[in-house]
């Protein structure tokens, strides 16, 4: 490329970057003014660098759009090129003789007579950017405080009637906040006077006034005063945040801007502990169970201590001699800090444990508060390693189950038979059809006078003998006879239940059949009736089964009515019922050792009589509660009555820890000291303390009056004897 071409096009491009720059700065400038005027001196900083930036990459995007192509087309204007600029830049190799003979010819035009590229100087654009500029920065700097002090007097010499018409604002603001090591939070920085911070916080203000005040402080709103120290310009101060606060700036000469400002206190929180296996509280170990396995899930909102400590209780013995040993096995966690597991495999035979003996554990963990960590620990899980006497007892309570559903098993059937009549309905005569069903009545009536005797209910006539649906498939003796579908959810056979089904309803005796709850609750539980019976149910379960009867009445009662179809809601609710009577359960405790209180020598009764007043309690009356925040409040009601806002303010102080949220209800006094005729502070001042009110305990209401004998029994107490 021809040297002097080259130059002019580097000067187009300088040219044009640095017009840019000269339309961009003025404006760049008069927008940090604005903001510095109408937010902070942050705010300020941030629109002139943002700005200066962006001005930049807009320069150096307008200098790279005068590339090649541009070059080209301003050369190809000018004479000397002959429109065949292009061939400056191509490669000669490439070019015939013509087309060199040709770029030589320019080249030396060029040469003898250097072009000028770069664009002429926008003066009207410049001068009207710059006026713009300059009358923002009059208007933004000088406007409001033509009066003002120069900063460079010293505070001294300041004048007091030009200190007070004009006082002091702030001009920016800046809050460092350093959390505590253990919460793992950097610090920051922000710009607002207003912010929640971790509890043990450090902050550290750093303010900066458009006047010189001589002294500038932090006044809390118990009290608590932080001076402020100058440096460099800046008023600096330190506090701890231990407790939330409302604060304000004041200064000497005062402030424009009185307002309160508020900091929050989050206070940290100890770590909680969930129990993930085993799933819980009970687990009844297994003969010859050699290992439990526990996993547990520490969580925090800082951080959980990377071991914790699992504590071990073994239980040993019986009655009254029973014996505890403890012991303590540290543990690592795995995960993150603030969800960390801790998983365990206990070995029994380590421990000692044997079969009859309770193993209870329990985990303690805590978390990384300094100095004094903070402990939580889990609710206590338990495995109850089964002795041979409640291995005997469990096989004997197996085969009672096993055989008392002979009890419990043909309500099923029952519903089964109702559903075959009703699609036999079409085939079957109206008679037939209600014989039937009223066989089916009487099936169900015999069941529910068999549940009757469990709740000592009396019988109505006992069978001469139970149908076979009531006998397991085992005690039936012929093996053509259908399979009983039971309760228990197993598959029968329901076969075809028509007038020769073979049940007998004649009413007589009851022979003993195994499996019936005569035999083996006098067998087992030593029951002499079947009343005595019902009190080996719990009440939940007695509540249950009285329900079961009653839905076994309404379907017995449309079954003898020949309305099967209407019986079938019954019966399957009595069925529900039924079932959740067997799933009962009940409730284990660990065995764990008593924690009493140290007996109190002194508080023994010796005898004496020295001192003891009398039973006689005098009856005191019920005073209002808090009444000094009544009397304010009842003033705050009243027009033109002046509220005592100082006592207000020591009652606040005294009853803060039970408040809800104090430091609303210190703003609202402090906003109707500040402006004692506004009617909206005196409103809301008022709602506050009405929140904050005790409810007065109701008295007890008078007994009414009694009539004549009704008197006369109350005198003849009073009389005596």
Not at 199 to 215: I, K, N
Not at 320 to 326: K, S
Not at 336 to 365: C, K, M, W, Y
Not at 463 to 481: F, G
Request: hydrophobic share 40%; aromatic share 6%; net charge neutral.
């Amino acid at each position: 490329m021809n040297t002097a071409v080259n130059r002019a096009w580097q000067a187009a491009r300088r040219r044009q970057a640095t017009q840019t720059m000269a339309l961009a700065v003025p404006l760049v400038v008069a927008l940090a003014a604005l903001a510095w005027r109408l937010a902070t001196y942050d705010m300020a900083t941030w629109v002139l660098a943002i700005g200066l930036l962006g001005a930049a990459a807009l320069a150096t995007w307008r200098a790279r759009r005068l590339d090649r192509r541009w070059l080209v087309r301003q050369l190809d204007q000018r004479p000397a090129a002959r429109d065949s600029a292009d061939l400056l830049f191509a490669d000669a190799a490439a070019l015939n003789p013509l087309q060199r003979r040709q770029r030589d010819h320019i080249d030396t035009a060029l040469h003898r007579d250097p072009p000028v590229l770069h664009a002429a100087w926008p003066w009207p654009a410049l001068l009207a950017a710059w006026c713009a500029s300059v009358l923002v920065l009059a208007l933004a700097f000088g406007w409001p405080r033509a009066g003002r002090v120069p900063a460079a007097a010293a505070p001294g010499t300041v004048a007091a009637g030009s200190a007070a018409a004009t006082p002091p604002a702030l001009q920016s603001v800046r809050l460092r906040i350093t959390a505590p090591s253990y919460t793992g939070q950097p610090v920051r920085t922000q710009s607002a006077l207003d912010g929640k911070v971790q509890q043990d916080s450090q902050l550290q203000w750093s303010l900066r006034f458009s006047g010189t005040p001589t002294r500038a402080a932090l006044q809390f709103h118990d009290g608590q005063r932080i001076d402020l120290t100058p440096q460099d310009g800046q008023w600096t101060g330190n506090w701890k945040a231990t407790r939330p606060a409302l604060y304000r700036v004041v200064t000497e000469p005062a402030l424009r801007d009185t307002r309160l400002y508020r900091l929050d206190v989050v206070p940290d929180q100890p770590p909680s502990v969930r129990v993930i296996e085993p799933d819980a509280t009970l687990v009844l170990g297994t003969p010859g169970q050699r290992r439990w396995q526990l996993r547990f899930e520490a969580s925090d909102d800082h951080g959980v201590a990377a071991t914790a400590q699992l504590k071990v209780t073994l239980a040993q013995g019986s009655g009254e001699n029973i014996t505890f040993r403890e012991q303590v096995i540290p543990l690592s966690g795995s995960g993150p800090a603030t969800q960390r597991r801790f998983a365990h495999t206990l070995e029994l035979a380590a421990l000692g444990a044997s079969a009859g003996n309770d193993v209870i554990a329990q985990l303690q963990v805590r978390d990384n508060h300094a100095p004094t960590p903070q402990t939580a620990q889990s609710s206590s899980v338990i495995l109850r390693l089964p002795s041979e006497a409640d291995v005997q007892e469990a096989e004997l309570e197996g085969m009672v189950k096993r055989t008392l559903p002979a009890y419990f098993r043909s309500q099923r059937q029952i519903i089964i038979d109702a559903e075959a009549l009703l699609a036999q309905r079409s085939r079957l005569s109206a008679d037939a059809f209600t014989g039937r069903s009223d066989a089916i009545g009487v099936d169900q009536r015999i069941l529910r006078l068999r549940y009757g005797q469990f709740l000592g209910e009396e019988s109505e006539g006992a069978p001469k003998a139970p149908p076979t649906s009531d006998l397991p498939t085992s005690d039936v003796p012929s093996n053509d006879a259908p399979a009983a579908a039971d309760d228990h959810g197993h598959d029968s056979h329901a076969g075809d239940h028509d007038d020769d089904h073979g049940h007998d309803h004649a009413a007589g005796a009851e022979p003993q059949v195994f499996g019936s709850a005569t035999d083996v609750l006098s067998e087992y539980g030593h029951t002499h009736d079947h009343a005595e019976a019902a009190t080996l149910l719990d009440p939940q379960t007695r509540a249950t089964l009285k329900a079961a009867l009653d839905q076994m009445w309404s379907s017995e009662g449309e079954l003898r009515q020949g309305r099967p179809k209407e019986a079938l809601p019954h019966a399957y609710k009595a069925l529900a019922f039924i079932k959740e009577v067997q799933q009962a359960e009940r409730i284990y405790l660990a065995r764990v050792g008593p924690e009493l209180p140290p007996i109190d020598e002194s508080r023994r009764l010796g005898g004496k009589r020295e001192g003891i007043d009398s039973r006689r309690l005098p009856l005191t009356a019920l005073t209002a509660p808090d009444p000094s925040i009544v009397a304010v409040w009842q003033q705050l009601g009243g027009a033109g009555q002046v509220p005592d806002l100082d006592a207000l303010n020591r009652w606040l102080r005294a009853n803060e820890s039970r408040l809800a949220d104090p430091l609303s209800l210190a703003a609202s006094i402090e906003e109707l000291r500040i402006a004692p005729d506004c009617v909206r502070c005196r409103d809301a001042l008022r709602a506050q303390l009405w929140r904050a009110l005790l409810r007065p305990i109701p008295a007890p209401a008078r007994r009414s009056t009694p009539d004549a004998m009704g008197q006369r029994y109350r005198d003849a107490l009073g009389a005596g004897p």
